[in-house]
């Protein structure tokens, strides 16, 4: 079992910049890919990014490459998405998410989920 927690979320004017954070726990973390996901409001929820277990291996979705970068610290136990020259469109509820074994970007390979942070960008 694993839980997650995000953080981090909140509003940003375009162009400005955010770090989420997730810290998980409850099992080894380095044994867990992990991913973000997002939600904006009546829209399916998307993989934004993901990083395999060692962070050797990443993901970003088309629309956030140049501008959002994911990591991960095994000894904290942590996982970040930086965001940088944000746009409107990347408002959402933003989700932590983990699996263990390899990176997948659909919703239904992934075992444990946080609830959740808000990310708006104004224009």
């Known amino acids: 079992q694993v839980q997650l927690e995000e953080s981090g979320g909140g509003e940003v004017s375009a162009g400005g910049s955010l770090r989420l954070s997730c810290v998980a726990s409850?099992?080894?973390?380095?044994?867990?890919?992990m991913a973000w996901f997002r939600q904006a409001p009546g829209k399916d929820r998307e993989c934004v990014a993901a990083?395999?277990?060692?962070?050797?291996?990443?993901y970003l979705t088309d629309s956030v490459k140049g501008r959002f970068t994911i990591s991960r610290d095994n000894a904290g136990n942590t996982v970040y998405l930086q965001m940088n020259n944000m746009k409107t469109e990347d408002t959402a509820v933003y989700y932590c998410?983990?699996?263990?074994?390899?990176?997948?970007?659909?919703?239904?390979?992934?075992?444990?989920w946080g609830q959740g942070t808000l990310v708006t960008v104004s224009s």
């Open positions: 998410a983990a699996r263990s074994g390899q990176i997948f970007t659909t919703i239904e390979k992934y075992e444990y």
């Open positions: 409850g099992d080894i973390f380095s044994a867990y890919a």
């Open positions: 990083i395999s277990s060692s962070g050797g291996g990443f």
